[in-house]
Nanobody
Framework: QVQLVESGGGLVQAGGSLRLSCAAT????????MAWFRQAPGKEREFVAAISWKADRTDYTDSVKGRFTISRDNAKNTVTVYLQMNSLKPEDTAVYYC???????????????????WGQGTQVTVSS
């Protein structure tokens, strides 16, 4: 059974840091690009960051470059994906979702439609 479970969200003041984790099991996620998306109230789900299956390529949306870092650990049965978020801003407030790409060995498209496996989301709230 495919399962992605996020953790690490919470409430933080502007300028603070959080580290999100995602444990992915039940599919060959070790051969898939993994990503983080976020969705703020009243807005569409947007791409945040992605990492290729070998971790040799990372992509970020412009608004988080230099502040967020995505990484992954391809263990035997569980792939864990991290999102280190520094210098957080109120506009980073959203529900953050972990996702596994629909196709193996693909680095794109980095849109919600390109990802077929999703976690339940974790809330990140940044106060000003």
């Amino acid at each position: 059974q495919v399962q992605l479970v996020e953790s690490g969200g919470g409430l933080v003041q502007a300028g603070g840091s959080l580290r999100l984790s995602c444990a992915a099991t039940g599919r060959t996620f070790k051969n898939a690009t993994m990503a983080w998306f976020r969705q703020a109230p009243g807005k569409e789900r947007e791409f945040v960051a992605a990492i290729s299956w070998k971790a040799d390529r990372t992509d970020y949306t412009d608004s988080v470059k230099g502040r967020f870092t995505i990484s992954r650990d391809n263990a035997k049965n569980t792939v864990t994906v991290y999102l280190q978020m520094n210098s957080l801003k109120p506009e980073d407030t959203a529900v953050y979702y972990c996702a596994g790409h629909r196709y193996l060995y693909q680095t794109g498209p980095l849109t919600p439609a390109g990802f077929g496996s999703w976690g339940q989301g974790t809330q990140v709230t940044v106060s000003s």
